[in-house]
């Protein structure tokens, strides 16, 4: 007699009670929770050939079985906002549930070299956007060795042959399958309308989301909203809680505002108080302005140090990271709360010197806010880490499509975690610590994180990237 298989969004199997047919995988007696449809339920799911082959009350046998038991079954959390991109940082979001990680706010030009730098096998999914930064970076001439400008990519407003150069690079960049578009106004403020808008209409006929680091204030932002609406531009705004700060009821307000009117337009928040860049950048230009209080807010990444204003001058002149604590948890929870924000970690990690975010923004949110706090409830926050996220890129990228949702079809990039211990440890001293309770992590199939132990050779991610070649429009 065959046992009716749930259908799931748009996913039907039938599955016989009977079967002898073994599935590569089975997870069996997990709690499924798939925000693109809406399940919450014990259930079974097999894989078979990397993708979930199938879900079932019961009855699915398998080559391997996983023992689901007490554990939320969940889409791998896709994370759009990461720039650790090499093993240690793949490893450390591997354990905190990702199993896709992107770097596009800053980004790169040169596409082809950036995959091709990976292609010897990384634990989880991985993928780039074209970086406007970049882009300036290689057109005016720049001191800084970093992938954040100091000097004229910075501050210098760009000739028309420079800015023919500097979209030219973009368009490249999309057409070589950069997954979306990188900006970052506040470490590029020589960078006029006519250039954002030459970019903004260059990422739209390529139908490349834009995900933009805005300067702090709502003033920054209507200017974007602006820019995105004059051109079709599809606009993402990243880490609002730090672009926002004390603004954010305004800002949010902005966002819903312009949501309401059609335009296309996502947001993220990643879960921490204090934020993480490079002290030489274009944002503390007007450093020496500052009240002497203020340098008190900020930390040396590499040793932990509190800055003075003596410190921080010898510091910028060196050059390196810096983590900027600036913000209430008050403002952190509302930001999380918002049912606009998406979760990103805006993480980076090398070595020992980084910010724990990289280690634990996905654990952080299901330990703290969910779990603790009562901010979120597990399926909205869930949604805010998989199908949100997913939705963002898919219209460009089509890989994107199968990722962060549960059916038939789609790619077993999943996370298996116990929701009552699940927490992140990582600290400000100790980054790199990597979180707890989560059980296992599958990436196309294969187990990344097994009994809640990193899988130390196992690499099945693959690149995600966009299809080569001509304009949306075309």
């Given at each position: 007699m065959p046992r009716l298989v749930l259908l799931l969004g748009l996913c039907l199997l039938a599955t016989p009670a009977h079967t002898e047919?073994?599935?590569?995988?089975?997870?069996?007696?997990?709690?499924?929770?798939?925000?693109?449809?809406?399940?919450?339920?014990?259930?079974?799911?097999?894989?078979?050939?990397?993708?979930?082959?199938?879900?079932?009350?019961?009855?699915?046998?398998?080559?391997?079985?996983?023992?689901?038991?007490?554990?939320?079954?969940?889409?791998?959390?896709?994370?759009?906002?990461?720039?650790?991109?090499?093993?240690?940082?793949?490893?450390?979001?591997?354990?905190?549930?990702?199993?896709?990680?992107?770097?596009i706010e800053v980004g790169v030009t040169d596409i082809a070299?950036?995959?091709?730098?990976?292609?010897?096998?990384?634990?989880?999914?991985?993928?780039?956007?074209?970086?406007?930064?970049?882009?300036?970076?290689?057109?005016?001439?720049?001191?800084?060795?970093?992938?954040?400008?100091?000097?004229?990519?910075?501050?210098?407003?760009?000739?028309?042959?420079?800015?023919?150069?500097?979209?030219?690079?973009?368009?490249?960049?999309?057409?070589?399958?950069?997954?979306?578009?990188?900006?970052?106004?506040?470490?590029?403020?020589?960078?006029?309308?006519?250039?954002?808008?030459?970019?903004?209409?260059?990422?739209?006929?390529?139908?490349?989301?834009?995900?933009?680091?805005?300067?702090?204030?709502?003033?920054?932002?209507?200017?974007?909203?602006?820019?995105?609406?004059?051109?079709?531009?599809?606009?993402?705004?990243?880490?609002?809680?730090?672009?926002?700060?004390?603004?954010l009821p305004a800002y949010l307000s902005a966002l819903r505002a312009a949501r309401e009117q059609g335009q296309a337009v996502t947001v993220e928040a990643y879960p921490y108080g204090a934020s993480m860049t490079r002290i030489e950048a274009a944002k503390f230009a007007d450093w020496q302005l500052w009240?002497?209080?203020?340098?008190?807010?900020?930390?040396?990444?590499?040793?932990?140090?509190?800055?003075?204003?003596?410190s921080f001058a010898g510091y910028r002149k060196q050059g390196g990271i810096i983590i900027y604590h600036a913000r209430s948890a008050a403002l952190t929870a509302a930001a999380l709360a918002d049912p606009m924000v998406m979760v990103a970690s805006d993480g980076f990690i090398d070595g020992d010197v980084g910010h724990p975010r990289a280690s634990g923004s996905f654990s952080r949110v299901l330990g703290r806010y969910v779990r603790e706090d009562g901010v979120l409830d597990l399926m909205a926050a869930l949604r805010k880490m998989t199908i949100e996220p997913a939705r963002v890129l898919e219209r460009r990228v089509p890989d994107m499509a199968r990722k962060g949702r549960l059916c038939v079809g789609c790619d077993a990039d999943l996370v298996l975690f116990d929701p009552g211990t699940v927490r992140d440890r990582a600290t400000f001293d100790a980054p790199g610590q990597p979180s707890t309770g989560i059980a296992y992590v599958l990436v196309g199939g294969q187990p990344v994180v097994s009994g809640g132990a990193l899988v130390p050779d196992s690499l099945p991610g693959r690149p995600v990237r966009a299809p080569a070649g001509g304009t949306a429009d075309e």
């Open positions: 047919a073994l599935h590569d995988v089975v997870i069996r007696g997990g709690r499924v929770i798939d925000p693109a449809s809406g399940t919450d339920r014990k259930l079974d799911l097999a894989i078979d050939d990397g993708v979930i082959s199938a879900l079932a009350e019961s009855g699915l046998s398998g080559a391997r079985e996983l023992d689901g038991s007490g554990l939320v079954v969940a889409p791998g959390f896709i994370d759009l906002h990461q720039h650790g991109q090499h093993r240690q940082a793949y490893r450390l979001s591997a354990q905190d549930g990702v199993t896709t990680s992107f770097e070299p950036w995959y091709a730098a990976r292609s010897d096998g990384q634990p989880i999914n991985y993928g780039v956007g074209a970086g406007h930064i970049q882009a300036r970076m290689d057109v005016l001439p720049d001191p800084s060795a970093s992938n954040l400008p100091s000097g004229a990519a910075a501050f210098e407003q760009a000739g028309d042959d420079q800015r023919a150069a500097i979209v030219e690079r973009v368009r490249a960049a999309l057409a070589a399958g950069a997954v979306a578009v990188g900006m970052g106004p506040e470490y590029t403020p020589g960078a006029d309308d006519a250039e954002l808008r030459a970019v903004l209409l260059t990422a739209a006929a390529f139908d490349a989301s834009v995900h933009v680091h805005l300067p702090a204030g709502v003033a920054g932002l209507e200017r974007m909203l602006r820019l995105a609406r004059e051109t079709g531009a599809r606009l993402h705004v990243v880490h609002v809680n730090s672009a926002a700060g004390e603004a009240p002497e209080e203020k340098f008190g807010r900020f930390q040396w990444a590499a040793t932990g140090e509190w800055l003075t204003r003596d």
